[in-house]
């Protein structure tokens, strides 16, 4: 018997990519559980997988960044006598990553690169061994929203976030919406989705320089950021390409009202609204007049 759940959750995490650097994702979750009836005739009670099922996922990939582990250019360091873990990485194109957060902020992945199979196989042997006996097997599926306009991947971390949105490097993938003067500009959307490809967002009073930095290094082509909060010490840099700074902090009601408003500076005379959306199915609606 298989019972099935479609559109379980969201994940919005970010990962390490060789490619890519650190890259903002936001992945639907399909489940399918393969066993035998219970003693209720059922394989697990619905009310059972939408809450135990999704909080063992979100408390394995959601709101982290995701590692892999097995990467020659991914280094990982326990910080003696505490919870943090330090993590040095290099693309292949050879930029460098530094980033240290207590140890729930990562899920390492066996394997030598992040793809979306190798985070399916983590996931079925997290869940496998909470589920009663009678089930026999977890079957995953993982797919990105079906955006048909702009999208950008986007990784950041809230600080006065009481939840796990509060680490430094969660990330998602977000759809895009500009009208300019009432009429949607596929062209404005295209712009920014180009500025804000795979891009870090940070706000400008969480930037320090190399000493004030307690756990990681940053080098000159560097920027680097830290800050406190109720889960701990959180510190990153990255290469100042790859990096976008705001002069607010990064929630999706602050970042659609920062892109309508600097629309509105280059263009004066026109009006804007941006629809800014945090991942699936959710954001923030600004508008500059």
Known sequence: MQLFVNDLTVIDFSYLCLQRGMVG????????LHG????QNMVLDFGKVKKQVKRIIDDTVDH???VPSEYAGCSITHV???????????????????????????C???????????V????????????????KKVELSLRPEDISGFHYHYTHGLKKH????????????SRIQIFENGMKSPKLEKAFSREWADIYVATIEDKVNNANLEFI????????????????????????????????????????????????????????KVIAYEGVAKGAIAYAE
């Open 162 to 173: 009481d939840g796990n949105c509060q680490r430094i490097a969660h990330g998602h993938r």
């Open 64 to 66: 982290k960044l995701v």
């Open 120 to 135: 399916i196989l983590h996931l079925a042997s997290v869940i496998k061994p909470q589920l009663p006996d009678n089930v």
């Open 108 to 118: 390492f992945i066996d394997a030598d690169t992040v793809s979306m199979n190798d």
């Open 36 to 39: 035998e009836l219970d003693e």
């Open 217 to 272: 290094q940053c080098s000159d082509s560097q920027v680097a950021f830290k800050y406190e909060s109720s889960q701990g010490k959180f510190e990153i840099a990255l290469e100042q390409d790859d990096v976008y700074i705001m002069p607010v902090d990064t929630t999706v009601e602050l970042i659609a009202q920062y892109i309508a408003d600097r629309m509105k500076a280059q263009y004066p005379d026109n009006t804007y």
């Open 25 to 32: 994702e936001s992945w639907i979750v399909d489940l399918t």
């Open 80 to 106: 003696e006598n505490s919870n943090y873990i330090k993590i040095n990485f290099e693309d292949q194109q050879g930029k460098q990553i530094a980033i240290s957060s207590p140890d729930d902020a990562f």
